[in-house]
């Protein structure tokens, strides 16, 4: 089974930029749909984002959509969400999931990483 590592999350000012990368350990990432989801203090999980096993198709939430991007290395076993214009409601735990198949409901990934701390300041 996949195990997942976030990083590159940290402290912006609103209208910034980060980059989160999540990477993959096991031979089957490629295999797998991958998510990006996030979770603000005393909010329910929300979905970001998710990319198809080949990178060949993407899907966003309406928050997030021309702000952000999602896209994978299968040859780096590496996921990443690149985030621009960020906002101050874009502040969370972003957390990367791995799942069988494409999907904006957090119940349809199997693996979840620990998270990584995304604050945006106003």
């Known amino acids: 089974q996949v195990q997942l590592v976030e990083s590159g999350g940290g402290l912006v000012q609103a209208g910034g930029s980060l980059r989160l990368s999540c990477a993959a350990s096991?031979?089957?990432?490629?295999?797998?749909?991958m998510g990006w989801f996030r979770q603000a203090p005393g909010k329910e999980r929300e979905f970001v984002a998710a990319i198809s096993w080949s990178g060949g198709d993407t899907y966003y939430a309406d928050s997030v959509k021309g702000r952000f991007t999602i896209s994978r290395d299968n040859a780096k076993n590496t996921v990443y969400l690149q985030m621009n214009s960020l906002k101050p409601e874009d502040a969370a735990i972003y957390y990367c999931a791995a799942g069988p198949g494409l999907s904006s409901n957090w119940r349809a990934y199997d693996v979840w990483g620990q998270g990584t701390q995304v604050t945006v300041s106003s």
């Open positions: 096991g031979r089957t990432f490629s295999s797998y749909v």
